[in-house]
């Protein structure tokens, strides 16, 4: 019977070998019965996205300020590591030469620190698309924590045991970038538990982070009414609000909401305050809530401009962390990572400079033709066939052609300069009817005498004319449908 399905075609031997096949026979008993070779099989060469079989080229990246940098300070006070154009750096809290972590090809953002400081989380795409992956504090033994193809993932928080961590998932539909869900998994990997169910798949859910003890799970929502994706949101009303969710009983309760919206939570060390993101008309804005009061003010208005009008799918605004003594907050602002003083109110910038080797791969490039005497079609439109069935008229790149059937050579129909479209054949098949377009003198209605060749104008007045047809010949006169909109 196996063998059986394998000849029909029914088998798909390379995916369900281990499924199945390792069940039902011994690999190495099939392999010479089979006719393929299993060595050849798993020596194949796997895709490294780093080192892509493709021309690349390289260039040093010297700078001393960075867009849309996410960045976490570790819990001993000594150490900030931030993203920067895809790749990870770290360097001490007061500043200087940043060491680089992570860097190539792929795309890794979003380091936090562990809570014993030793690990840091982080997202790439390396392992092929994006997942949650793990490494030491100075970059060495990365490894790939989740193993998602489809719903991918980002925005990584630790628990407080450093056990566990919260991520984004990431969904999609066929009208949005998508929305998400936030899910649990173990520092092992696995397939994770899912700890909030998505309303639809276009208003997301994002930005994950731990309270302190545990307990709960912050996170942002998109909660613009509709129940979709909306193009015209108003960023001063509410579209995002910030929810939490009770690990306990898993329920979950709105937190901040309100004009300009809620979203970034950052909770402090000591679980007291909540810092998060708002938009205030033309500004976005640093806030600090009082978890137990409610009370909270403005504490910095010169952030970059955020993102809740459009998709949010790595985050509303790049991660920022509280100083381990809930002093200071340091966050990335219009190129700078800018040090906040939460009492004082008073900004200042930690300097960092990066110096890194950079691949560029060469980009696909092929030969357009456009302006060129001869192009060769790929696609026709508005092909019609003679009622005696011998030719077939039809538009290419904006003029009419004819073609004698099985196989004749399409040939210009006409000599005109301006474009032609939408040809219909009198019921004899010796006249044919077609509009054009030209942008200075607009459309027409042209009939054709396909015997002599000669072409007249039929429409007097400039228009937009559609589908022409000769229903009727009466007394003469040529009548024929059409929808015009007259200068």
């Not at 590591?81 to 795309?107: C, E, K, N």
């Not at 009208?175 to 092992?188: C, F, K, Q, T, V």
Request: hydrophobic content about 35%; glycine content about 8%; overall charge neutral.
């Amino acid at each position: 019977m196996l063998l059986y399905l394998i000849y029909c075609g029914q088998f798909n031997l390379l995916n369900m070998t281990k499924a199945i096949l390792g069940r039902l026979i011994p690999i190495f008993l099939l392999s010479p019965l089979l006719g393929f070779d299993l060595q050849s099989q798993s020596n194949e060469k796997k895709w490294d996205i780093n080192n892509p079989p493709l021309a690349t080229k390289s260039f040093t990246l010297k700078t001393d300020e960075g867009t849309w940098m996410n960045l976490d300070v570790s819990l001993d006070g000594s150490k900030l590591v931030f993203d920067l154009l895809g790749d990870i750096f770290i360097m001490p809290m007061t500043g200087g030469r940043a060491t680089a972590l992570r860097s190539g090809l792929a795309y890794e953002v979003q380091p936090r620190f562990s809570p014993d400081g030793t690990k840091i989380l982080f997202t790439s795409d390396a392992g092929g698309a994006d997942n949650i992956w793990v490494m030491d504090v100075d970059g060495s033994n990365a490894e790939q924590l989740t193993s998602e193809k489809f719903r991918l993932l980002n925005n990584p928080s630790w628990h407080p045991n450093g056990n566990y961590f919260a991520a984004r998932k990431h969904f999609t539909s066929t009208r949005s970038l998508g929305a998400g869900e936030i899910w649990l998994y173990h520092r092992s990997g696995g397939a994770g538990v899912q700890l909030t169910e998505r309303k639809n798949d276009q208003q997301d859910v994002n930005e994950p982070f731990f309270s302190p003890d545990g307990r709960y799970i912050y996170f942002s929502e998109d909660m613009y009414p509709g129940g979709f994706f909306q193009y015209n949101k108003d960023p001063n009303n509410q579209i995002f609000i910030i929810r939490r969710y009770d690990t306990k009983n898993s329920k979950t309760e709105n937190i901040i909401g309100g004009s300009g919206s809620a979203f970034r939570p950052t909770p402090s060390n000591d679980g007291k305050y909540l810092a998060y993101i708002r938009r205030d008309r033309t500004k976005t804005q640093l806030v600090i809530h009082q978890l137990e009061t409610g009370e909270e003010y403005s504490l910095y208005s010169e952030l970059s401009k955020d993102q809740q009008e459009a998709w949010t799918i790595f985050g509303i605004y790049t991660g920022f962390s509280w100083t381990p003594d809930d002093k200071d907050i340091l966050i990335w602002a219009k190129g700078k990572i800018r040090k906040i003083n939460v009492a004082s109110k008073i900004a200042s910038i930690v300097p960092f400079d990066v110096e890194v080797e950079h691949k560029i791969v060469h980009p696909l490039q092929s030969k357009q033709i456009c302006f060129e005497d001869t192009v060769k079609i790929h696609a026709i439109r508005n092909c019609i066939t003679s009622p005696d069935g011998k030719i077939i008229v039809f538009n290419a790149a904006g003029y009419l052609y004819k073609m004698k059937l099985p196989d004749g050579q399409a040939e210009r129909l006409t000599k005109g300069d301006h474009f032609e479209y939408e040809p219909s054949f009198s019921s004899d098949g010796k006249e044919l009817v077609f509009v054009s377009w030209d942008d200075d003198e607009m459309g027409r209605i042209h009939k054709m005498n396909l015997v002599k060749g000669s072409t007249t104008v039929l429409s007097t007045e400039r228009g937009i004319y559609r589908n022409p047809s000769i229903p009727l010949m009466a007394n003469g006169l040529f009548i024929a449908k059409n929808q015009a909109t007259n200068t």
